[in-house]
């Protein structure tokens, strides 16, 4: 991992564990939801250094309680979940990966997943929400669409997620090379 990352990762707890972060102050009624970009080359290493953030806040400061919800997993659960999984891969190997993900358009709707996102976040019971996984649910999953359809929902608790690409502060780059279409909603969390 790089001097730079490593800088930044290391600016996440302090953060994360302020009165103002947990209280959302100063973002003029905007969403709480903060973007932590870094290279794909290191997905394997922030996916270890997620779970050590997630395990020192819990040792610290024991009140603050932190879901974490990998996108990926969650939608292989999903599509289990509906009996739709084994069907899905058959119809990948069969017909190729476009076919695929025409057939799963409509079962992993932003809408739904969004949904199925909240059931498993549960803003109600946690303080911070952390979301990976975007990488790998990508190009099933476009990131930028799920955040628009989880603003309603969060109840003001703070989103923090971690991009395998590039935030700007007014559009996603998944990769680094993937341009999304523009989202301006988020704070970059340790620049």
């Known amino acids: 991992m790089n001097l730079k990352l490593s800088e930044r990762i290391n600016k996440i707890i302090p953060r994360i564990e302020s009165k103002e972060f947990l209280e959302s102050k100063g973002l003029g009624n905007e969403i709480a939801i903060y973007i ?3 290279s ?4 394997l290493e ?3 250094q997620i779970e050590f953030i997630i395990k020192q806040v819990e040792k610290k400061q024991s009140h603050i309680k932190i879901a974490h919800v990998n996108l990926f997993k969650l939608i292989i659960a999903y599509l289990k979940n509906r009996g739709l999984l084994d069907r899905a891969l058959k119809l990948q190997k069969e017909k190729g990966d476009k076919a695929l993900y025409k057939a799963l358009s409509g079962p992993l709707n932003e809408e739904k997943i969004a949904k199925e996102f909240i059931e498993a976040a549960q803003p109600d019971n946690n303080d911070i929400i952390f979301m990976s996984g975007i990488g790998n649910a990508w190009p099933i999953l ?3 669409t799920l955040l628009n359809n989880l603003h309603p929902h969060m109840q003001g608790k703070p989103l923090v997620v971690f991009y395998p690409g590039v935030y700007d502060g007014q559009g996603l780059s998944l990769f680094g090379k993937l341009k999304d ?3 301006y909603r988020a704070f970059q969390l340790a620049p």
């Open 142 to 144: 476009r990131s930028h």
């Open 46 to 48: 922030m996916r270890s």
């Open 40 to 43: 794909p080359v290191y997905e």
């Open 181 to 183: 279409n523009n989202y």
């Open 36 to 38: 932590f970009d870094y």
